[in-house]
């Protein structure tokens, strides 16, 4: 009876062994497999809309972004839960580790501390531009180098960055706005001489009617990448490095395909380009 006691025990856990290693995230032990509830990704998100990439209908988030991630954990498998927060609290969520992933994120080395970016995981490109009123557009005579905005008072939201360029450059005024509509604001009242905001999204907001008598200049910063990034300091972090590597294997499978170029034209992309 021992003996066959013993020999059941160890079959058992070479069962065990067996289902971990085969497990599609890679997990070495029982308590990793434990570790996963309900095979959920939870991401943050800022809490506005940014049309076409991000924004919410009739209580529901939709956009590009959102289309593209819920696609690529449909294919993993998985659920997604996204959760919508000021942008700076959304970051703070997801640096502290509480949530697994945040969408339209922009890199910089700081981030980096907290956050797996793979360059699979693009989700689109930002084209920053600078915004005026109409009636003040002649004053403004940039070129690439943006020299001549050290006089200028430049908007900015808060928490936001603005690519490496950008965010390098000394000797400039930026006064930080909380939204979009404080952009808006802030420029038609003449407190800001410029604000900076993505192509697609100052695209999109004139599409629905918003900004009226503004206009985006000629002359802005490079294009700069929005990744989903993933959390270094979620405690599950061993399993979001490997979701992290399989997302963006999925995502490249299916930006070469039928139905992402599909999903472009739904959202008319090439006019924000």
């Given at each position: 009876?021992?003996?066959?006691?013993?020999?059941?025990?160890?079959?058992?856990?070479?069962?065990?062994?067996?289902?971990?290693?085969?497990?599609?995230?890679?997990?070495?032990?029982e308590?990793?497999?434990?570790?996963?509830?309900?095979n959920?990704?939870?991401?943050?998100?800022?809490?506005?809309?940014?049309?076409?990439?991000?924004?919410?209908?009739?209580?529901?988030?939709?956009?590009?972004?959102?289309?593209?991630?819920?696609?690529?954990?449909?294919?993993?498998?998985?659920?997604?839960?996204?959760?919508?927060?000021p942008?700076?609290?959304?970051?703070?969520?997801?640096?502290?580790?509480?949530?697994?992933?945040?969408?339209?994120?922009?890199?910089?080395?700081?981030?980096?501390?907290?956050?797996?970016?793979?360059?699979?995981?693009?989700?689109?490109?930002?084209?920053?531009?600078?915004?005026?009123?109409?009636e003040?557009?002649?004053?403004?005579?940039?070129?690439?180098?943006?020299?001549?905005?050290?006089?200028?008072?430049?908007g900015?939201?808060?928490?936001?960055?603005?690519?490496?360029?950008?965010?390098?450059?000394?000797?400039?005024?930026?006064?930080?706005?909380?939204?979009?509509?404080?952009?808006?604001?802030?420029?038609?009242?003449?407190?800001?001489?410029?604000?900076?905001?993505?192509?697609?999204?100052?695209?999109?907001?004139?599409?629905?009617?918003?900004?009226?008598?503004?206009?985006a200049?000629?002359?802005?910063?490079?294009?700069?990448?929005?990744?989903?990034?993933?959390?270094?300091?979620?405690?599950?972090?061993?399993?979001?490095?490997?979701?992290?590597?399989?997302?963006?294997?999925?995502?490249?499978?299916?930006?070469?395909?039928?139905?992402?170029?599909?999903?472009?034209?739904?959202?008319?992309?090439?006019?924000y380009?």
């Open positions: 009876m021992n003996s066959l006691y013993l020999t059941g025990k160890l079959l058992c856990r070479l069962c065990l062994i067996s289902i971990a290693f085969i497990s599609p995230f890679g997990f070495t032990s308590n990793d497999l434990l570790s996963v509830e309900d959920k990704l939870v991401i943050a998100r800022g809490i506005g809309n940014y049309p076409p990439l991000e924004m919410v209908e009739g209580n529901r988030v939709t956009g590009l972004h959102i289309e593209i991630i819920r696609y690529v954990t449909s294919q993993l498998g998985m659920s997604v839960e996204f959760v919508s927060l942008w700076v609290r959304a970051i703070k969520k997801f640096a502290d580790g509480e949530v697994d992933a945040i969408t339209y994120f922009g890199y910089t080395k700081e981030r980096e501390k907290f956050s797996f970016y793979n360059e699979g995981n693009i989700l689109s490109n930002t084209r920053w531009v600078f915004l005026a009123l109409e003040r557009k002649h004053e403004f005579n940039l070129d690439s180098s943006l020299a001549g905005l050290e006089d200028l008072i430049i900015v939201q808060h928490g936001y960055s603005y690519g490496k360029y950008f965010d390098g450059l000394k000797n400039i005024t930026r006064d930080a706005v909380l939204n979009e509509a404080d952009v808006e604001l802030m420029l038609k009242k003449k407190r800001h001489d410029l604000s900076l905001m993505s192509y697609q999204e100052f695209s999109g907001f004139k599409n629905r009617g918003d900004f009226k008598g503004i206009t200049l000629e002359a802005g910063i490079d294009s700069d990448p929005q990744y989903i990034a993933f959390s270094r300091t979620n405690r599950d972090l061993i399993r979001l490095k490997k979701l992290s590597e399989l997302f963006a294997k999925e995502l490249e499978r299916f930006k070469a395909s039928d139905d992402y170029a599909e999903l472009l034209i739904k959202y008319e992309f090439h006019r380009r």
